[in-house]
């Protein structure tokens, strides 16, 4: 097997209102992307587009995009596995070069959720649950995670201040990104001020500043076998390894409300494929819509035991200087959700940590990081380790 490596990164600005079209919006992250990588369209042998079918006017965008970023007559694929769609579309994307059939293949991910309302937004929120026998309940993101927040909290004694400082985390962080939707500070005080929107409830325990933002963006990445990654780039990231699992979508189906198997099962799948195991990772991104689903993820994927993800946010040792930094560009809280995107975003910032370029965000000297992306309420989970 032929090594494969991450030879571009790129990443539109996230906002709440784009003014251009969905194609537009994409080119944004694959140019930044192209630039980044010093290649032109004649070497992508193909591209993966990646988005949440529901929140898109655009039927078959994968054709759309090819045609407008000068990537015909190469094949194009469209990927969906909700949130995690784009880290879904880089499995595919490493599969197709790593088994020969193409030596270089662009994964741009996209969304432009204020195409609909925010009525409407959450109406298909809640369709990513089962039409028959889930959804007609009513039941939307916010609520399904504050079941797996008060669980989380019933078994471990988890605290509604364990999670705030998991937002505050994020703001610190955010503040200092040009790409992310909310760059304004938060601070724990807010928490505890009932006249403060931080604090208003929204599905108890889970609290307005619990939640991330819907956003409009792109991202892209650009995979590459190891002659070409050698040949164009100076400082590749190779992929050490991928690992994915589902579940079933119905909570009646599931076993387990402190954290999520498909995290697990996907970061076991990873380590092993890598050949390392959760201490060796210098750097991770984490799939945080929520704050409880950023203190599962400590948990998940063996940074800390069952129960004790509250002891690294409590004691700092997740901030940039910790022990394992985790969401040091604002993670989903700060940067906003754009669905289609949000796993490039996070595969880019990982790669431009390992390439040293990462600004004021910069981990000192890490080697190998790890993304955490995460699509609808755990039902499918997709982990990336990266090495430098």
């Not at 390439?355 to 309420?377: F, S, T």
Request: proline share 4%; net charge negative.
């Amino acid at each position: 097997m032929g090594k494969v490596a991450i030879i571009g990164v790129g990443q539109s600005a996230f906002v709440r209102q784009y003014p251009g079209s969905v194609r537009e919006l994409a080119f944004e992250g694959f140019k930044e992307a192209m630039q980044d990588a010093q290649i032109t369209t004649k070497d992508i042998d193909a591209s993966v587009i990646c988005s949440a079918p529901e929140y898109d006017k655009q039927r078959s965008p994968a054709g759309v995009f090819a045609e407008y970023m000068g990537l015909n007559p190469q094949p194009t694929f469209y990927v969906e596995t909700l949130c995690s769609s784009s880290s879904t579309g880089l499995k595919l994307a490493y599969s197709l070069v790593e088994s020969g059939l193409h030596d270089m293949v662009a994964v741009v991910g996209f969304q432009k959720m204020s195409e609909i309302t925010s009525a409407e937004s959450q109406e298909r929120m809640g369709r990513g649950a089962d039409i028959q026998w889930e959804s007609p309940f009513g039941t939307m993101m916010p609520a399904y995670y504050a079941m797996y927040a008060r669980a989380h909290m019933e078994k471990y004694g988890t605290t509604s201040e364990d999670l705030a400082l998991i937002r505050v985390k994020a703001a610190s962080y955010g503040q200092l990104n040009d790409r992310a939707v909310y760059r304004k500070p938060v601070t724990f005080e807010m928490f505890s001020d009932p006249e403060n929107r931080m604090a208003m409830p929204v599905a108890s325990p889970l609290r307005t500043g619990d939640c991330c933002a819907n956003a409009d963006g792109s991202s892209c990445v650009i995979v590459a076998n190891e002659e070409k990654a050698k040949a164009f780039c100076k400082k590749p990231v190779w992929i050490m390894g991928i690992g994915a699992a589902s579940t079933a979508v119905n909570m009646a189906g599931r076993d387990l409300f402190s954290g999520l198997t498909v995290a697990q099962q996907a970061g076991e799948q990873a380590y092993k494929m890598a050949g390392i195991t959760a201490k060796d990772v210098d750097v991770a991104e984490v799939h945080d819509c929520f704050t409880i689903a950023e203190m599962m993820a400590y948990e998940n994927l063996g940074f800390a035991k069952p129960g004790e993800g509250k002891d690294l946010i409590r004691g700092k040792e997740t901030y940039k200087d910790g022990s394992i930094p985790v969401n040091v560009d604002g993670g989903l809280l700060s940067k906003g959700h754009p669905i289609g995107a949000t796993g490039g975003s996070q595969l880019r910032t990982v790669v431009l940590q390992l390439r040293g370029e990462a600004g004021d965000i910069q981990v000192k000297d890490p080697e190998i990081g790890l993304v955490h992306n995460i699509g609808g309420v755990g039902l499918y989970g997709n982990v990336t380790i990266l090495g430098r």
